[in-house]
């Protein structure tokens, strides 16, 4: 660990313990007004600190208003050893680094060197900066603002980290061209990489005590790890695992594959672009580029107008796909040979044909359809497709790269147990020989919030049980005065209730979609009495303290939609090992998920709110009690006048019915 500062601090009072750094008496209590010791958080902190000094691997499930951020910030600093963090999202990674962990550094004192590593496309390239200028689809008077902005920003950046950029949204296009690629980049020349962004991070990550990574960029360093190929994260001694529940969806992607149509687009696009600069005598490369690009709309059409997203089995006999994928292979392998012949006359061919290849092996894979440890499986958007392998599961392939990196592992989250038990977290992962901790919430969920299932409802299958949600959340909202999140398990459910609740509501209402996410959120915490509607991108990650957020609706239980193809296959993988498949992985997946939701609802001490849950299986089926007994213990009602009552009496104390 590096130097620490001279000033008095706890530590020269002899050895301390995290529990006493984030006691009553320690740094925090000093040097944070208002800070109360938390019991949980203690107990968390001391549980990790244990994990880190005997090198074992921790699970750790952490109710809100534990503060498991810190709980793990404060061994991170003080145990001496290097450490990685990853953490589910940029927005999280940003938010870790640049505010939690400076306030941690100040309050105990220390100075470790720290550094934030994000994925290749997070960051400029200059050299591709300079080309894009020479792009005429940047000629548009609006791309063309965005990419001026960018260059502005590029004369004084000094990480090349693109969330610096305030006034280009993430969406445009011109992102895609200026920043960091791995087919573009990948074969600097030594004398590049003195000014490129992603090679500076990559070395200050190596030289740090603590790196802040993301699970995408977490898995794909695994995914090279367990493939034995190059790594992008330092040998550590510590990994800690943050919003841990994310993990195992992430890994799949990673140890799987993928092709896109706009992978191929771009290959031939560049593949053009390339035989202008440094091939202009060599038109097969023109004409098979161009070509690679009507062979890939075909193969998009063959699949239908629709936007679906099937297993490929249920698709792939079909004449029309079966020819239009031979014919797109074809093109492939035609497109290759000139870029072949021609790579050596520059880095941009070269990169061009190193990546016609990987396409073609991965093609090849595809079609070949024979290893039944993967689901192939296939999405179409409007203009668009993807061609995806996914492994059935993730344990053998993550604990295989977990085995490589010799170190201490830290596993934690608001949601990793069902009804108590960790294990089907610890078997999507393959991880055995852990120690586990459960610490509840410290909030007094008996007191300040109330569970409300509404007597009477249909089964979730009848056609009265949209119309039955809607009149529900309409009196509910009314009672809460707005204040309110409606949650739903489909786009259709939120359509509708969106066209319902514009029409009927007299509180200000926001849609899911109507503007970004973040801004979203703010709109709704600003207005104060406002209506928000979202889907499953809303029943996590989203945090309202105080009276704005009064009230959480949730129209179904969250299981997984069974026409998946990627859910059937594991569906039927694991009853062909004898295992009950709903049992065991089902509704394990569908608790944690509410369990998410339910998180959005009390978000700091003083909070109070009530919880909707209009499905009325949670009391028809014996499985019910399993969600019941994943959440936090709260006074369950089944009459409307018991939600007015809590609400007419929002600050007083509510007897029991």
Same mark, same amino acid.
């Given at each position: 660990?590096?130097?620490?500062?001279?000033?008095?601090?706890?530590? *020269?009072?002899?050895?301390?313990?995290?529990?006493?750094?984030?006691?009553?008496?320690?740094?925090?209590?000093?040097?944070?007004?208002?800070?109360?010791?938390?019991?949980?958080?203690?107990?968390?902190?001391?549980?990790?600190?244990?994990?880190?000094?005997?090198?074992?691997?921790?699970?750790?499930?952490?109710?809100?208003?534990?503060?498991?951020?810190?709980?793990?910030?404060?061994?991170?600093?003080?145990?001496?050893?290097?450490?990685?963090?990853? $953490?589910?999202?940029?927005?999280?990674?940003?938010?870790?680094?640049?505010?939690?962990?400076?306030?941690?550094? =100040?309050?105990?004192?220390?100075?470790?060197?720290?550094?934030?590593?994000?994925?290749?496309?997070?960051?400029?390239?200059?050299?591709?900066?300079?080309?894009?200028?020479?792009?005429?689809?940047?000629?548009?008077?609006?791309?063309?603002?965005?990419?001026?902005?960018?260059?502005?920003?590029?004369?004084?950046?000094?990480?090349?980290?693109?969330?610096?950029?305030?006034?280009?949204?993430?969406?445009?296009?011109?992102?895609?061209?200026?920043?960091?690629?791995?087919?573009?980049?990948?074969?600097?020349?030594?004398?590049?990489?003195?000014?490129?962004?992603?090679?500076?991070?990559?070395? &200050?990550?190596?030289?740090?005590?603590?790196?802040?990574?993301?699970?995408? @960029?977490?898995?794909?360093?695994?995914?090279?790890?367990?493939?034995?190929?190059?790594?992008?994260?330092?040998?550590?001694?510590?990994?800690?695992?943050?919003?841990?529940?994310?993990?195992?969806?992430?890994?799949?992607?990673?140890?799987?594959? &993928?092709?896109?149509?706009?992978?191929?687009?771009?290959?031939?696009?560049?593949?053009?672009?390339?035989?202008?600069?440094?091939?202009?005598?060599?038109?097969?490369?023109?004409?098979?580029?161009?070509?690679?690009?009507?062979?890939?709309?075909? !193969?998009?059409?063959?699949?239908?107008?629709?936007?679906?997203?099937?297993?490929?089995?249920?698709?792939?006999?079909?004449?029309?796909?079966?020819?239009?994928?031979?014919?797109?292979?074809?093109?492939?392998?035609?497109?290759?040979?000139?870029?072949?012949?021609?790579?050596?006359?520059?880095?941009?061919? *070269?990169?061009?044909?190193?990546?016609? @290849?990987?396409? @073609?092996?991965?093609?090849?894979?595809?079609?070949?359809?024979?290893?039944?440890?993967?689901?192939?499986?296939?999405?179409?958007?409007?203009?668009?497709?993807?061609?995806?392998?996914?492994?059935?599961?993730?344990?053998?392939?993550?604990?295989?790269?977990?085995?490589?990196?010799?170190?201490?592992?830290?596993? $934690?989250?608001?949601?990793?147990?069902?009804?108590?038990?960790?294990?089907?977290?610890?078997?999507?992962?393959?991880?055995?020989?852990?120690?586990?901790?459960?610490?509840?919430?410290?909030? *007094?969920?008996?007191?300040?919030?109330?569970?409300?299932?509404?007597?009477?409802?249909?089964?979730? =299958?009848?056609?009265?049980?949209?119309?039955?949600?809607?009149?529900?959340?309409?009196?509910?909202?009314?009672?809460?005065?707005?204040?309110?999140?409606?949650?739903?398990?489909?786009? &259709?459910?939120?359509?509708?209730?969106?066209?319902?609740?514009?029409?009927?509501?007299?509180?200000?209402?926001?849609?899911?979609?109507?503007?970004?996410?973040?801004?979203?959120?703010?709109?709704?915490?600003?207005?104060?009495?406002?209506?928000?509607?979202?889907?499953?991108?809303?029943?996590? %990650?989203?945090?309202?303290?105080?009276?704005?957020?009064?009230?959480?609706?949730?129209?179904?239980?969250?299981?997984?939609?069974? %026409?998946?193809?990627?859910?059937?296959?594991?569906?039927?993988?694991? =009853?062909?090992?004898?295992?009950?498949? !709903?049992?065991?992985?089902?509704?394990?997946?569908?608790?944690?998920?509410?369990?998410?939701?339910?998180?959005?609802?009390?978000?700091?001490?003083?909070?109070?709110?009530?919880?909707?849950?209009?499905?009325?299986?949670?009391?028809?089926?014996?499985?019910?009690?399993?969600?019941?007994?994943?959440?936090?213990?709260?006074?369950?009602?089944?009459?409307?006048?018991?939600?007015?009552?809590?609400?007419?009496?929002?600050?007083?104390?509510?007897?029991?019915?």
């Amino acid at each position: 660990m590096s130097d620490t500062n001279p000033e008095k601090s706890i530590f *020269d009072a002899g050895p301390v313990t995290v529990a006493d750094i984030l006691g009553n008496d320690g740094p925090f209590a000093d040097a944070k007004p208002g800070f109360r010791a938390r019991v949980e958080q203690q107990e968390l902190a001391s549980a990790i600190d244990k994990c880190i000094a005997e090198e074992n691997i921790l699970v750790a499930e952490a109710g809100t208003g534990v503060g498991k951020t810190y709980a793990y910030l404060v061994p991170a600093l003080t145990c001496g050893k290097q450490v990685i963090i990853s $953490t589910g999202t940029r927005h999280l990674q940003d938010q870790l680094f640049h505010t939690d962990l400076p306030v941690v550094k =100040q309050v105990l004192r220390r100075s470790p060197k720290v550094a934030l590593l994000k994925g290749r496309a997070n960051y400029l390239c200059q050299q591709r900066l300079m080309k894009a200028f020479h792009n005429p689809a940047f000629r548009e008077p609006k791309l063309a603002k965005h990419l001026e902005t960018i260059r502005n920003w590029a004369e004084q950046t000094r990480t090349g980290d693109t969330s610096e950029v305030m006034n280009v949204p993430e969406s445009s296009p011109v992102w895609s061209y200026v920043t960091s690629s791995d087919d573009f980049c990948r074969d600097h020349e030594p004398d590049d990489l003195a000014g490129c962004f992603v090679s500076k991070a990559r070395k &200050r990550a190596m030289e740090a005590d603590i790196v802040v990574v993301n699970h995408h @960029l977490f898995c794909a360093d695994l995914a090279l790890k367990e493939g034995s190929f190059g790594e992008i994260l330092p040998d550590t001694d510590v990994v800690i695992i943050d919003e841990a529940h994310q993990l195992p969806e992430t890994a799949a992607l990673f140890f799987g594959q &993928r092709l896109s149509s706009r992978q191929l687009f771009d290959l031939a696009r560049d593949s053009h672009a390339e035989y202008l600069s440094e091939a202009p005598d060599v038109g097969e490369i023109r004409d098979r580029a161009a070509a690679l690009e009507k062979a890939t709309r075909d !193969f998009r059409l063959s699949l239908g107008l629709e936007q679906q997203r099937e297993a490929w089995a249920k698709v792939q006999e079909q004449p029309g796909v079966s020819s239009a994928l031979e014919h797109l292979q074809q093109t492939l392998e035609l497109l290759y040979e000139p870029l072949d012949a021609a790579a050596a006359r520059g880095k941009g061919l *070269d990169s061009c044909k190193r990546r016609c @290849l990987a396409h @073609l092996e991965v093609l090849e894979e595809y079609s070949d359809n024979r290893d039944e440890n993967y689901v192939h499986w296939f999405e179409t958007y409007r203009t668009g497709f993807s061609l995806n392998l996914t492994p059935q599961n993730v344990a053998r392939p993550f604990s295989s790269a977990l085995s490589q990196l010799n170190c201490s592992w830290v596993f $934690t989250s608001a949601t990793l147990a069902v009804k108590g038990s960790f294990e089907h977290f610890e078997t999507q992962l393959g991880i055995e020989e852990t120690d586990e901790l459960q610490v509840d919430s410290p909030f *007094d969920y008996k007191k300040n919030a109330m569970l409300y299932l509404p007597a009477n409802m249909p089964e979730p =299958q009848s056609p009265m049980f949209d119309e039955s949600v809607l009149s529900i959340a309409e009196h509910v909202v009314n009672a809460s005065e707005g204040r309110c999140f409606v949650l739903f398990t489909s786009y &259709r459910a939120l359509e509708a209730a969106a066209t319902f609740m514009r029409a009927n509501c007299r509180y200000p209402v926001l849609v899911q979609g109507q503007m970004p996410k973040r801004e979203l959120v703010e709109a709704f915490q600003s207005l104060g009495n406002a209506v928000l509607l979202g889907t499953s991108s809303f029943w996590e %990650g989203v945090d309202v303290r105080g009276e704005a957020l009064s009230c959480v609706i949730i129209d179904k239980l969250p299981f997984a939609s069974p %026409g998946d193809p990627v859910l059937q296959a594991r569906i039927q993988g694991l =009853q062909q090992n004898g295992i009950n498949a !709903f049992m065991d992985f089902q509704l394990p997946k569908a608790v944690l998920a509410l369990k998410q939701g339910v998180g959005r609802l009390i978000r700091d001490v003083d909070d109070r709110g009530v919880l909707v849950i209009c499905d009325p299986r949670l009391q028809t089926k014996a499985y019910g009690n399993t969600f019941l007994d994943s959440l936090p213990s709260m006074r369950m009602v089944q009459r409307p006048e018991s939600v007015e009552k809590f609400f007419a009496t929002l600050y007083e104390p509510v007897a029991d019915e």
